[in-house]
């Protein structure tokens, strides 16, 4: 072993793979521009903005759309409302959509380096093991 | 033969990984594949096999008789 990396953070780096990743978990409808307004569907939602946008009602986020915009550095953070993170997907929105996402960013590296990939899933834990 | 492990914990999200097999700084050329796809790591650890250097097989030339 020579190099071990954690990551926890929840942003997403990569726009087509943010993309490909939504549409993977049944987002099969999403605007995407630059500074987009996100729809106000109650009194007390403050304007919003940014830049993809998963409409209200596509995948249980019934209290508004969910966004992800731009941040610092280029990467994409998600703008969604409390109540839409723990009903979403039953609750999972944003963890399947990180597991969808880094298993694309997986297959992307295994496809840079001529790898081969080994996929298995055992308790809740996916392992990919990618051989060059 | 070099290898990437990756752990994705399904109930997160999460992921991490280890490169093993890479000797020297070529595995933080792979460590940057990653990176620029999914962000900076929250912990990072270079292992003893990081600092060892390549090894460059020595030559020797006989001299001809």
């Given at each position: 072993?020579?190099?071990?990396?954690?990551?926890?953070?929840?942003?997403?780096?990569?726009r087509?793979?943010?993309?490909?990743?939504?549409e993977?978990?049944?987002c099969?409808q999403?605007?995407?521009?630059?500074n987009?307004?996100?729809?106000?569907?109650?009194?007390?939602?403050?304007?919003t903005?940014?830049?993809?946008?998963?409409?209200?009602?596509?995948?249980?986020?019934?209290?508004?759309?969910?966004?992800?915009?731009?941040?610092?550095?280029?990467?994409?953070?998600?703008?969604?409302?409390?109540?839409?993170?723990?009903?979403?997907l039953?609750?999972?929105?944003?963890?399947?959509?990180?597991?969808?996402?880094?298993?694309?960013?997986?297959?992307?590296?295994?496809?840079?380096?001529?790898?081969?990939m080994?996929?298995?899933?055992?308790?809740g834990?996916?392992?990919?093991?990618?051989?060059? | 033969?070099?290898?990437?492990?990756?752990?994705?914990?399904?109930?997160?999200?999460?992921?991490?990984?280890?490169?093993?097999g890479?000797?020297g700084?070529?595995?933080?050329?792979i460590?940057?594949?990653?990176?620029?796809?999914?962000?900076?790591?929250?912990?990072?650890?270079?292992t003893?096999e990081?600092?060892?250097?390549?090894?460059?097989?020595?030559?020797?030339?006989?001299?001809?008789?």
């Amino acid at each position: 072993m020579s190099k071990y990396l954690a990551f926890t953070e929840v942003v997403f780096k990569d726009r087509a793979l943010l993309v490909s990743a939504l549409e993977s978990i049944g987002c099969t409808q999403i605007r995407q521009g630059e500074n987009l307004a996100m729809g106000r569907y109650w009194a007390e939602q403050a304007e919003t903005r940014a830049d993809i946008i998963v409409p209200r009602g596509t995948v249980g986020n019934s209290f508004g759309d969910i966004g992800f915009m731009r941040v610092e550095g280029g990467a994409y953070a998600p703008v969604l409302d409390d109540l839409d993170k723990s009903r979403a997907l039953g609750g999972k929105f944003l963890p399947r959509l990180r597991a969808t996402y880094n298993e694309l960013a997986v297959a992307q590296v295994a496809a840079r380096v001529g790898g081969t990939m080994q996929r298995t899933v055992s308790g809740g834990v996916v392992k990919i093991r990618v051989r060059f | 033969m070099p290898e990437i492990e990756f752990t994705i914990r399904e109930e997160t999200g999460e992921m991490e990984l280890q490169v093993e097999g890479v000797q020297g700084p070529a595995c933080s050329d792979i460590a940057k594949l990653v990176t620029d796809l999914v962000g900076a790591p929250a912990r990072e650890e270079n292992t003893r096999e990081y600092y060892v250097s390549p090894q460059v097989a020595r030559q020797v030339q006989q001299k001809k008789s």
